[in-house]
């Protein structure tokens, strides 16, 4: 019979076998209070280069930050070696608050949202004018989540040797984009990366665009010896070489006090995970109008209040039409 308090012994006593010993389990965790800060460059099977300081150094997640995933552009704390060396490995033990989130879901109806980078301050669309032809809707798909995420959009239109920007250009007049029109010459003697990084300094820019379109011209342009100086860092880690074309990647802009995200082609840019209420927030002269609506107003409802706040002249209808095209590229497709 099993006897309990003071009248115990040894041989009433369960244990667990335990080759570390049987030290009572605790769900304290260390604070990691002298970790280094660092910020991710590129993520590849589960190994994440990190810029500590001034070097490049591999790590990998810990293990108590459970599913949460590190990407792109996000602040990390490390521990462990960072020497930087061949061969060697730290550990992320932390994951800092993001400020910005650009998120994409594979379709429509993929319940499933990517974070492409995180803490980009800006969101370079690069679309060319003509071979191939521009794709409005996936401009309108990449201005939606810019908008959702917290990004500035900046839109760099290329080849306009081919075709001119003036029609594109008119379909986003109303939202006051800034914009960078270059031609094939331009792109290829560099004279398309100094025009376009007038806009980049001081800023993350992550760059999106289908393929064919310049975009990774362009950003070698931008970066030419630092993507070779990391890229051939991972490289020699990992024994690949995949970094610039199927998984993003942040190096820091030549010329300049700033960062580029080169982010792979995309075919589609799905908007599963959007919420209308947080797109208005890039429309202040529109959002105001929005207290008298109803709730979970998609702003393209006969009830919805932003009618009145444009009717009484409080914005410009063009900014109302725009919102709502916007919005309504959530529910077709790219090709409609």
């Not at 019979?1 to 115990?8: D, L, P, S």
């Not at 996000?74 to 989130?101: F, M, N, Q, Y």
């Not at 290329?158 to 094939?184: F, Q």
């Not at 760059?207 to 051939?232: D, I, Q, Y």
Request: aromatic residues 4%; charged residues 30%.
């Amino acid at each position: 019979m099993r006897r309990y308090g003071k009248h115990t012994d040894e041989d009433d006593i369960r244990s667990r076998p335990n080759r570390r010993g049987n030290r009572p389990r605790t769900h304290i965790r260390p604070k990691h209070e002298d970790a280094a800060g660092g910020m991710v460059l590129t993520v590849d099977r589960g190994r994440l280069t990190c810029l500590v300081e001034d070097r490049v150094v591999m790590a990998m997640k810990a293990r108590e930050l459970g599913r949460k995933a590190a990407v792109v552009g996000d602040r990390v704390a490390l521990v462990g070696d960072l020497s930087g060396r061949k061969d060697t490995l730290a550990r992320i033990v932390r994951i800092e608050e993001r400020g910005s989130v650009l998120r994409r879901t594979a379709d429509d109806d993929d319940p499933y949202e990517r974070v492409v980078v995180a803490n980009a301050d800006q969101l370079a669309i690069v679309t060319a004018l003509a071979d191939p032809e521009p794709r409005p809707r996936l401009i309108d798909r990449c201005l939606v989540a810019a908008y959702d995420g917290g990004l500035s959009p900046l839109l760099v239109l290329t080849k306009s040797d081919l075709a001119p920007p003036d029609e594109l250009l008119g379909l986003y007049g109303a939202l006051d984009i800034p914009y960078v029109v270059t031609n094939r010459e331009e792109l290829e003697n560099g004279d398309a990366a100094d025009r376009v990084r007038e806009h980049l300094g001081g800023r993350v820019t992550a760059f999106v665009g289908h393929s064919g379109v310049g975009k990774t011209t362009l950003v070698n342009a931008l970066v030419p010896e630092e993507r070779r100086r990391v890229t051939g860092h991972v490289n020699a880690v990992t024994g690949r070489g995949r970094h610039t074309t199927t998984s993003a990647l942040a190096l820091p802009l030549a010329k300049a006090d700033g960062w580029v995200v080169d982010t792979p082609g995309v075919r589609s840019f799905g908007l599963a995970h959007i919420d209308p209420s947080r797109v208005i927030h890039a429309f202040p002269d529109l959002e105001p109008g929005t207290e008298g609506c109803p709730r979970a107003c998609g702003h393209d409802e006969p009830d919805c209040a932003l009618d009145a706040w444009v009717a009484d002249g409080h914005a410009d209808p063009a900014r109302l039409y725009s919102l709502r095209r916007l919005l309504a590229t959530r529910e077709r497709t790219e090709g409609d």
